[in-house]
């Protein structure tokens, strides 16, 4: 909203010294959103006069037609002036920038020769004034003006201008109205109401009109004016006015309804009268119905569309655009002029569904005046009756419906308990009654809000509105009181020792939105029965390629690693701890009840919320490519594998002292020969190895990236790590070679010889692999180190080799494995 300070000063007794930047000063203390203040005008000097044509020569030697003017300023002699345009003519009224003018912009005006004239001044047009954008030709003025008079003072040429961006629920500041009043309360100065009119000859009815739904309109009012003047211009301190404002100057039916839009807050538009078929209806759109807009647009409309309509169909959609059929033009002197007040919601939603934006519709949005319709109608007459020579037609056509008016029960107390400062009733009082709010009672207020401030419905909102004026520095600052708690849970704590331990690790830790779209199911290779394709799907998500929330926390990282790999960094590790979200398959088809906030829920109630919410496990990712070890002079680096994902998960199931046990399994997005299940005893955290080729090739990731995802919510997060004993006795070390089936994997072998090796065991490692025709095809060599200690000996020769001969046959009853050698 583009304030003008000279528009203020109308309704508000502002002290002489204040300009815009005091101004904007004391009404963002206030809590309005003051973004910028310009000085329109202030490189604008004199003089600058009106002046009439009195002759034209038509220099015809030129490549370009150029005029000879002689322009009388209201001086002894005529003014010499050159000029290229050519909308004007012998008797017009024009501005002239006279020698010793500065026009904006910096651009100085003298008497020089041009063309082989001498040119005394300069004759302007509206973007040369910095009124306006059009600069196709030369302002010509109405003939009421006087030769000679100055028009910097009268127009406000030199203004303040305030652009203030205001909030949706302060609808009342986008109207000089609104604004004078929070300017007059900041300076404790009058203020006087621009609606404040006293209403004569409204018993009879204007323009017969009706309501069908009230759900759409609570309150719709015609006013008629006959013989309107088609050739009346606009005065140019209005139009002056409307271009500081950002408004394009139209005609002035046009401009009266928008200076009054602007003024006053209340949207209007007038229809001509002789296009008009029947009675005004305002109804809801029905099923197939359209209208052509004034921006030429023909438009299907919805059901839910709120509609002004006659006999013909839609005219107009209410408070946004008027229809083209009953458009005013330049020859419409008979005029009906509407002014309503529609359903904010129904407004909000026909704007956004038709994508058309409109002035009338930013403010019917955010909550007009209900009461203004019957005054801004008034007031609209008034001036083309007093502007454009029309006749005011008695009466008026007022369509309502009662509407219960919000009271407000505080406690005079409450704003000093919300901010911690003792206003005091009085205080309170006093700034409620300043907003405009009918206040009663003694310890409790009884409030009622003005119709300006239909945001006004709760304590908390008229506690706010005592506290900005009183002013947000006014609230002291104080540190709030430490409570004492119980520290972290055993949840907090598990996540945090795996957030370091991945870190250790070397991982990089992100943070990725937890939005998904189908297409990522088909680049992970999901089968068509997955359940991870059952997603919850955003009734407004932020964008509408990835409205689903995420199943798995592979898209996200996937993305992550590809944006990395194309910024030049192949080499990396990241791991993510985020909920996902799994829906039930018990749950509702229904969507779970919205609840009020007037009472607790009941258990059905609540229940009924439960069933609706999905599953949320948290989970860990990590994903990694390229050398997990780099090359360098020690010698060549080592690429990441699928072992290290599958040690990703070990350490993680360390933080809980679990052992991890690792089967082979086949489970999309991973390689289906690559591809380990990751158990503690007998239940499933995840997955871990190398992922498929395709799913590689659709993320556009490195050859052979590795993931592990598992669950953290399968883990005891009360596990307590327990720091191994340090034996003083020396270790024993025996490597046995066995040879099994190669379909035999190697932790089935690994778990034998712990089993059989018994407590004396204290570490075991394979160290190499071998398949040749040293061990027979489909068979292979694994080769591991056993270390044993015991913690109150040294073990003898014998204790050794009977252990290690133990661990030997359990692993050969197990899996049939056959001492090498």
């Given amino acids: ?84 345009a050519r909308n004007f003519a012998v008797g017009d009224l024009v501005v002239v920038a006279l020698p010793g003018a500065e026009l904006p912009g910096g651009f100085k005006i003298g008497s020089r020769k041009t063309y082989g004239r001498l040119s005394e001044g300069m004759i302007c047009s509206v973007s040369e004034l910095g009124i306006g954008d059009d600069h196709s030709g030369i302002l010509v003025l109405s003939p009421d003006h006087e030769v000679g008079a100055d028009v910097i003072g009268p127009w406000a040429l030199r203004d303040d201008v305030l652009d203030i961006a205001v909030t949706p629920d302060r609808g009342y500041c986008l109207s000089i109205r609104g604004v004078a009043r929070e300017a007059a309360i900041a300076y404790d100065v009058a203020f006087r109401d621009p609606a404040d009119l006293v209403l004569t000859g409204d018993s ?80 809801r759109a029905r099923a197939g119905e359209r209208l052509e807009t004034l921006d030429h647009v023909k438009r299907t409309l919805d059901v839910e569309d709120i509609l002004i309509t006659d006999d013909s169909g839609p005219i107009s959609m209410a408070g946004t655009m008027g229809g083209l059929h009953s458009e005013i033009d330049e020859k419409s002197a008979d005029l009906v002029i509407e002014a309503a007040h529609f359903d904010d919601i129904g407004i909000a939603r026909m704007v956004r569904r038709h994508k058309l934006h409109s002035e009338a519709s930013y403010r019917f949005e955010r909550g007009v005046d209900r009461e203004l319709p019957l005054y801004a109608s008034a007031k609209a007459v008034r001036m083309l009756a007093e502007l454009g020579g029309a006749t005011v037609v008695p009466g008026v056509t007022h369509a309502g419906v009662p509407v219960a008016q919000t009271v407000v029960t505080i406690p005079a107390d409450h704003p000093d308990k919300v901010a911690g400062v003792g206003y005091g009733r009085d205080t309170v009082v ?44 006014h609230i002291p600052v104080r540190a709030p009181r430490s409570v004492a708690g119980r520290g972290l849970t055993p949840e907090q704590r598990l996540r945090r020792r795996i957030g370091r331990a991945l870190a250790a690790a070397g991982y990089v830790e992100v943070l990725n939105y937890p939005f998904v779209a189908e297409r990522d199911w088909d680049d992970l290779q999901l089968p068509a029965d997955d359940a991870r394709r059952r997603a919850l799907r955003l009734a407004n998500p ?262 290690r001969d133990a661990a030997v046959a359990e692993a050969a009853q197990r899996t049939g494995a056959a001492l090498r050698g």
């Avoid at 009706?210 to 009346?232: K, Q, S, W, Y």
């Avoid at 009672?441 to 008229?462: I, K």
């Fill in 204 to 283: 009879d009815r204007s323009y017969p009109a009706g309501i069908a739904d009230p759900t759409a309109c609570d309150r719709f009012v015609l006013r008629e004016v006959r013989g309107l003047d088609p050739e009346a211009q606009t005065p140019m301190w209005m139009r002056v006015r409307l271009a500081r404002a950002g408004m394009r100057p139209v005609s002035l039916a046009v401009d009266v309804t928008n200076y009054l839009m602007l003024e006053l807050g209340q949207p209007l538009h007038a229809f001509d009268h002789g296009k008009l078929n029947g009675p005004i209806v305002v109804r």
């Fill in 542 to 803: 932020l964008s509408e390629d990835e409205p689903l929330l995420r199943t798995t926390l592979l898209p996200g990282m996937l993305r992550t690693l590809a944006r990395n790999v194309g910024r030049g960094f192949p080499d990396l590790g990241v791991f993510e701890m985020g909920l996902v979200y799994r829906p039930r398959p018990d749950a509702p088809a229904a969507a779970a009840p919205r609840l009020g906030v007037d009472r607790a829920p009941a258990a059905e109630e609540l229940a009924s919320i439960e069933a609706a919410v999905p599953d949320q496990p948290l989970r860990v990712a990590t994903v990694l490519s390229g050398d997990r070890e780099p090359a360098g002079w020690w010698g060549k680096g080592r690429p990441a594998g699928w072992a290290d994902a599958v040690e990703a998960a070990r350490t993680v199931a360390a933080e809980t002292s679990a052992e991890v046990d690792v089967r082979a399994d086949q489970h999309a997005p991973w390689h289906p020969g690559r591809c380990a299940a990751l158990y503690i005893g007998d239940t499933l955290i995840g997955h871990a190895g190398e992922l498929h080729p395709r799913v590689i090739q659709a993320y556009g990731l490195p050859p052979r990236t590795c993931a592990m995802e598992i669950e953290l919510s399968r883990l005891d997060p009360a596990g307590v790590v327990q720091a191994p004993h340090v034996s003083a006795y020396p270790v024993a070390t025996q490597d046995v070679a066995l040879i099994v089936d190669a379909s035999v994997p190697a932790a089935e072998v690994e778990a034998g010889l712990r089993a059989g090796a018994g407590e004396l065991l204290e570490s075991i490692r394979l160290f190499d692999v071998y398949t040749g025709e040293q061990v027979g095809e489909g068979r292979k060599s694994l080769a591991y180190t056993l270390r044993f200690r015991a913690s109150d000996r040294t073990l003898t020769a014998e204790e050794i080799t009977a252990a």
């Fill in 1 to 84: 909203m583009r304030v003008p300070l000279s528009w203020l000063r109308e309704y508000v007794e502002l002290p002489a010294e204040i300009n815009g930047r005091a101004l904007a000063t004391k009404l963002i203390a206030a809590g309005l959103e003051v973004e910028t203040v310009d000085a329109a005008g202030a490189d604008l000097t004199g003089p600058l006069v009106v002046g009439r044509v009195l002759a034209i020569e038509e220099l015809t030697e030129f490549k370009k037609p150029i005029r000879y003017c002689q322009v009388d300023v209201g001086n002894p002699e005529p003014q010499n002036i050159i000029c290229g």
């Fill in 430 to 473: 006093r700034r409620l009654t300043q907003v405009g709010c009918q206040v009663v009672g003694g310890d409790t207020l009884t409030v009622t809000p003005p119709s300006w401030r239909p945001d006004l419905t709760d304590p908390n909102d008229l506690a706010e509105e005592v506290i900005r004026l009183e002013g947000y520095d």
